[in-house]
């Protein structure tokens, strides 16, 4: 079944620090650089608006809200269908990467030790590998109450299979137990969107016999290309994933 993605809010592999500052330059309302010929948005002035963001408790309310609105989709829909399942993306939408963020200033450094919290600059492989990544709380939530209506819940994220381990441990350590698929991309695997890699992922899970009624992620990737009822984009000013 493919069924139409439904957004309902505002909108992990970043891939450097351009897209970033990309990123950032949207949530100041400036047009990407190359779409037009005014200059984008000063990335220090980006930097200082999306901390002042999530710093000022704004950035959590409209995450909780578009989750709500989720988990009211998911209570309705549970019932209606045989073998529900959702999807859930990972970072920046089950567990929360603040702490290296903020430590790189929105840079993204692949390698390197991630040792000196809250300074930088943080590894990303060294912290995903640390498994120190809090969960967000009302997707733990959304998680608890899908699985206590009989909702199967399924991860479908972009890191790597050479991350399973350290990234099962985490979602455990954060509360996520009892999942029923755990979905990482085959190592050295490249798709042209991460939406290519993902769609893919959905069409096998309902190839299973389960019914997607609700996909949730932070990218636009994360929930284009169907096979879901419905899907739900979360806040993310923070970095874009094409």
């Known amino acids: 079944m493919n069924y139409p993605s439904v957004v309902c809010s505002v909108s992990r592999r970043r891939l450097n620090r351009f897209g970033r500052a990309l990123a950032l330059a949207v949530l100041l309302g400036a ?90 600059p943080c590894g990303v492989m060294a912290w995903e590998m640390s498994a120190k990544a809090q969960a967000f709380p009302s997707t733990l939530a959304l998680y608890r109450m899908a699985q206590q209506h009989g909702v199967s819940v399924f991860f479908v994220t972009g890191r790597s299979e050479n991350e399973r381990a350290d990234t ?22 490249h798709t042209p969107s991460a939406s290519d890699y993902k769609a893919a992922a959905r069409s096998e899970i309902e190839q299973k016999g389960y019914h997607i009624i609700a996909n949730i992620g932070d990218q636009p990737s994360d929930l284009a290309g169907g096979h879901a009822e419905r899907g739900f984009l979360l806040p993310n000013p923070f970095y874009r994933v094409p």
Do not use: M
């Open 31 to 120: 047009p990407a650089a190359g779409s037009a010929h005014a200059a984008p948005a000063n990335v220090g002035d980006a930097e200082i608006a999306a901390t002042t963001y999530h710093d000022s408790g704004a950035y959590d309310r409209e995450f909780a809200a578009v989750v709500e609105e989720a988990s009211e989709w998911v209570r309705l829909r549970a019932t209606h269908v045989s073998k529900p399942a959702i999807v859930l993306d990972i970072d920046e939408t089950s567990l929360s990467n603040w702490p290296e963020i903020q430590a790189n200033h929105f840079a993204y450094f692949h390698d390197g030790q991630c040792d000196v919290l809250p300074k930088g």
């Open 168 to 189: 099962a441990h985490n979602l455990e350590t954060a509360g996520y137990k009892g999942w029923s698929g755990l979905v990482l991309r085959p190592e050295g695997s």
